[in-house]
């Protein structure tokens, strides 16, 4: 299991349009963080300790913070399609994967200090990344498309996907178990993606699991958007599911 500071649940990143960032003494203040160093929309934030993090969104945005959030300056991105997701490898942090449109994939060696592209599938969106450790990560977007990398991210092979529905992210506990959530989709895998399970879950037309996070070997969490916030929880790898409203209409949640 890694130790990170990134967004799932427990730290959901609500319509991560604004960013924002809290005070050091840990109060209930918040400073408002944006135009500042860009006004663009932010899809994604994920920080690597207490002090380095990282955000993405529109235009091929890409900042970043090295004192906790306080300030925030551009790196230089070699494409401007939109990103949706970014995220580190544990164990070496220097290497980030940024995922968007237009089939996108970036990759830094250097902390963000520049980017290579690595642009497949034009026309198709990825929109979540989540590494497991220091060289496995994944990749999953629209069309059902899921995409593994076992030496951090310099190579991607795709996996058998069991549906084409569009998928919106991807959190893994360990090596083995994780999870993806996407549109009126819920999967499972126990052995590192090798198979995914589509879970027996009832979803109206256009409900979108965008929020995901495997919690230990049994535990994951899925955060729907539809008109009232709806999460489902198992704590047995699938065999059941819990659902609760979270009363919070027409909200996106995003991991």
Not at 24 to 47: E, I, M, R, T, Y
Request: charged fraction near 10%.
């Amino acid at each position: 299991m890694k130790n990170y500071f990134k967004g799932s649940v427990g730290i959901l990143i609500l319509a991560v349009t604004l960013l924002y960032v809290q005070t050091s003494h840990a109060q209930s203040n918040w400073f408002w963080q944006q135009p500042l160093p860009a006004g663009n929309s932010l899809k994604d934030v994920k920080f690597v300790n207490h002090q380095t993090g990282y955000a993405v969104g529109d235009v091929g945005t890409i900042v970043k913070s090295t004192n906790g959030g306080f300030n925030w300056f551009t790196l230089n991105n070699p494409k401007k399609s939109q990103l949706w997701g970014i995220d580190f490898a544990p164990g070496n942090a220097s290497v980030l994967i940024a995922v968007g449109d237009s089939g996108l994939i970036l990759r830094s060696s250097n902390a963000g200090d520049s980017w290579s592209v690595i642009q497949f599938q034009a026309g198709v969106i990825y929109q979540g990344v989540d590494f497991v450790n220091s060289t496995t990560g994944y990749v999953v977007g629209g069309g059902g498309r899921i995409f593994k990398t076992t030496n951090a991210g310099a190579n991607w092979f795709q996996q058998t996907s069991p549906t084409g529905a569009n998928f919106l992210c991807v959190n893994f506990f360990d090596e083995n178990f994780g999870a993806i959530g996407g549109t009126t989709r819920l999967l499972l895998t126990t052995n590192a993606g090798t198979t995914w399970i589509v879970q027996n879950l009832t979803f109206f037309p256009f409900d979108q699991v965008s929020g995901i996070a495997a919690l230990d070997t049994n535990t994951v969490i899925g955060v729907v958007n539809n008109t009232n916030g709806t999460m489902y929880k198992t704590t047995n790898r699938g065999e059941n599911w819990l659902i609760q409203s979270l009363n919070i209409p027409l909200f996106e949640f995003r991991s």
